[in-house]
């Protein structure tokens, strides 16, 4: 390698030898493998070692960057006591050889065998992105600890789990195939990626089928007892520990040869681990959460892939992942064979077609005379089609009247937009401009104001068309962002009040836009900029008090929206004149990603409401309410518009909470409608989204008025 390795400090491999030595049968050489080769290649000329993640008893496992493909290959080599033993050394190359020579989608590939710089042999294989099947398991049970799981939900989950494990049994079943046994199949030893794939790893203890190894290897506590004690490599010694795993995946308990702590916190009445005694049980099977019960045909399954006698378990690992397949799909396994109620079941299931369309049938006929006897002989059927009609139009006439809300504040949104787009494109290119901006305490005495003071009811302050006011910042920095110039900012704000949805007013002159600004019909009340100096920027031109509330709410809590890169809605807030605001802000940004400013409008929330507050003056019976993300309360009367926070009170007295809580019950259930008591009367309660704010519109009607009233809409449009 072109850098020396590291120890590491992270946690240990599995180690794949657990018992006497790694020694393969037949191994008699002791010379070191690379004596037997003319030419070993060194893996520094294309691999460039990176760093170790993870060591064993035996080896170690690191990263390398392959120079010629330019991609992370994962380094396998003996740590630094094996590296000079020619036992080990010719261990490991075995095990590479036989890794290399296994071809199937969940082996990893070996790319490259050869020598680091100080001569010392290393594997470069395959980087696997993911995590072992322990720690899946372990992650499940901690996951399990925090949350309630039905058995429905943990069903589901078995299944998931359960496909993992008939790919392991796919690659088993190949390794047989190829006279191989594995030898020590365990959850750590089983990776999964982050894709869905599997990978069997650690072939050290793999022998030929039908031998006797000298040195036993392995994981004692997933190997069956006659492997132990003959030490005969047969297919019945890897369906054993793929046995021991499935029983980990179901339960998701860990086996163990003897009594051991438990890992973690265990729910009461249950263990993390459980004894090979106890697994060869069938009847004791427990699963890690007391409540949740394991199906008797999966023990089945189980209790046959580890059953002592090697003659009664299954005879092959096909059989056994046929077996486990079946359970996934609820058919008949043969561990545990059907009786005669549930074989009759099944064969209905399999001419489900037929026995649904004869059993669908006989319910039509049945539900076809049974409604045509209850509308023929019974009255309340018709009163009910009657108040499903009068329901649906008292949806409608809410859905309208919200869609008409949404319509106003997507037409904020698009102005606010168009708005943003023109200053970073304008700002693009310098403007050059002889016009000054007048700052905000020169707007506060006509003396310092500048020319063309108009007054207005809308504004508490004689205002100016022409001119912006510049309110400087709190803590202004070393350098003021003048990117435009002040006519420009009029221009492009004179643009904004123009457009609306239909671009009907986009050209319209310029004289005329004072009609606009100062209409009841318009919702704009001021376009502003806050940019990342502090310096900020207010259209039209008038004094803006910095003790109000109305000032505070406008410019308060700028640094969230820099934060993002979406449009943000701020409360309802009262603004001055008694009337009430809203406002929406954009961050703006450069190419770059470089944060410029926040540009926003802040409407006249009585404009933006105005079909709400039209409808309940031409039909006072609907009660109309806008409740926001917030849980802030707009009610509309007779008046205008009341505003009040959750624990505050309507006018008259009513408490606003019921109606915190009419609307959250409206959201959970997607809008259906229901009937309430409020203030002493019984309502009818339906609701629609108004998504753009995140609020909702709720609407009721007192029960006598509800049967009998119209529920019409006038569209303005």
Not at 187 to 196: K, L, S, T, V, Y
Not at 491 to 512: A, G, Q, V, W
Not at 691 to 712: C, D, K, P, S, W
Request: contains cysteine.
């Amino acid at each position: 390698m072109s850098s020396e390795k590291k120890p590491v400090d992270t946690d240990e491999i599995d180690a794949t030898v657990v018992l006497a030595g790694n020694a393969r049968q037949n191994t008699t050489r002791t010379e070191p493998a690379e004596e037997s080769r003319a030419e070993v290649p060194e893996s520094s000329r294309q691999f460039r070692f990176l760093c170790n993640f993870a060591a064993g008893g035996v080896g170690c496992v690191g990263k390398a960057r392959d120079l010629f493909f330019d991609r992370i290959v994962a380094v396998k080599s003996l740590n630094e006591k094996f590296r000079d033993d020619p036992r080990a050394i010719e261990a490991f190359l075995e095990e590479c050889r036989l890794n290399a020579r296994l071809d199937h989608p969940s082996i990893v590939p070996v790319y490259a065998m050869g020598k680091d710089s100080a001569g010392h042999w290393e594997v470069m294989m395959k980087l696997i992105n993911g995590t072992s099947l322990a720690q899946f398991i372990k992650a499940a049970r901690e996951a399990y600890l925090h949350k309630q799981v039905s058995s429905r939900q943990e069903q589901h989950a078995l299944i998931s789990r359960l496909e993992y494990f008939l790919k392991v049994c796919e690659v088993v079943s190949y390794c047989h195939s190829q006279g191989i046994m594995h030898g020590d199949i365990k959850p750590g030893n089983i990776m999964m990626g982050e894709f869905g794939e599997v990978y069997l790893m650690d072939w050290g203890s793999a022998q030929a089928l039908d031998t006797v190894p000298e040195h036993l290897s392995g994981t004692p506590n997933y190997l069956p007892p006659e492997f132990l004690r003959d030490r005969r490599t047969t297919p019945q010694v890897d369906i054993f520990s793929l046995g021991m795993v499935l029983f980990e995946i179901v339960t998701l308990r860990r086996s163990s040869s003897g009594n051991v702590s438990e890992e973690g916190s265990a729910p009461p009445g249950t263990s993390a681990t459980v004894t090979r005694s106890d697994i060869r049980d069938s009847d004791s099977y427990r699963h890690y959460l007391p409540e949740l019960k394991i199906s008797n045909t999966v023990k089945a399954i189980i209790y046959k892939a580890i059953h002592p006698d090697p003659a009664q378990r299954y005879a092959s690992v096909s059989a056994l992942a046929s077996d486990v397949r079946h359970f996934i799909y609820d058919e008949e396994v043969s561990a545990a064979p059907d009786g005669p109620v549930r074989k009759f079941s099944r064969v209905v299931y399999r001419n489900r077609i037929k026995s649904l369309l004869i059993l669908g049938a006989l319910f039509a006929l049945l539900g076809l005379w049974l409604f045509y006897s209850y509308y023929r002989a019974s009255e309340q059927e018709q009163l009910r089609s009657r108040a499903l009609a009068q329901h649906l139009k008292f949806q409608s006439y809410t859905d309208q009247l919200a869609a008409a809300v949404e319509k106003k504040f997507l037409l904020a949104q698009a102005q606010l937009l168009l708005f943003a787009d023109n200053l970073i494109e304008d700002m693009a290119e310098p403007y050059r401009s002889t016009s000054a901006f007048y700052d905000n305490d020169r707007f506060r005495s006509a003396e310092t104001s500048p020319p063309g003071m108009q007054s207005s009811d809308y504004y508490p302050n004689p205002v100016n068309l022409r001119y912006m006011v510049r309110i400087p910042a709190e803590h202004p920095s070393a350098v003021r962002l003048e990117l435009l110039g002040a006519k420009q900012y009029v221009e492009i704000c004179n643009k904004i009040i123009r457009y609306d949805l239909s671009s009907h007013n986009i050209n319209m002159p310029t004289r005329e836009i004072h009609q606009l600004l100062f209409s009841a019909q318009n919702q704009v009340q001021r376009l502003f900029v806050a940019w990342a100096d502090g310096v900020r920027y207010s259209y039209p031109g008038t004094y803006e008090d910095p003790a109000s509330s109305a000032f505070s709410q406008c410019w308060s809590k700028l640094k969230e929206t820099a934060g993002s890169q979406a449009i943000s809605w701020s409360k309802p807030y009262r603004g001055v004149l008694d009337r009430h605001r809203i406002n929406c802000r954009y961050p703006l940004y450069t190419t770059a990603k470089e944060f410029l400013g926040i540009a926003g409008l802040e409407l006249r929330l009585e404009e933006t409401f105005g079909p709400l507050v039209r409808a309940h003056r031409a039909d006072p019976v609907h009660e109309l309410y806008f409740v926001g993300r917030h849980n802030q309360v707009v009610a509309i009367t007779g008046d205008g518009l009341f505003l009040a926070n959750e624990d505050g009170r309507l006018p008259g007295g009513p408490p606003v909470q019921p109606l915190v809580r009419f609307a959250n019950r409206l959201r959970r259930n997607r809008y259906q409608q229901f009937e309430a008591d409020f203030n002493g009367k019984h309502y009818y309660v339906s609701g629609a989204p108004i998504q753009t704010v995140g609020g909702t519109l709720v609407q009721m009607i007192e029960e006598n008025a509800f049967r009998t009233h119209r529920h019409h809409y006038e569209n303005e449009n």
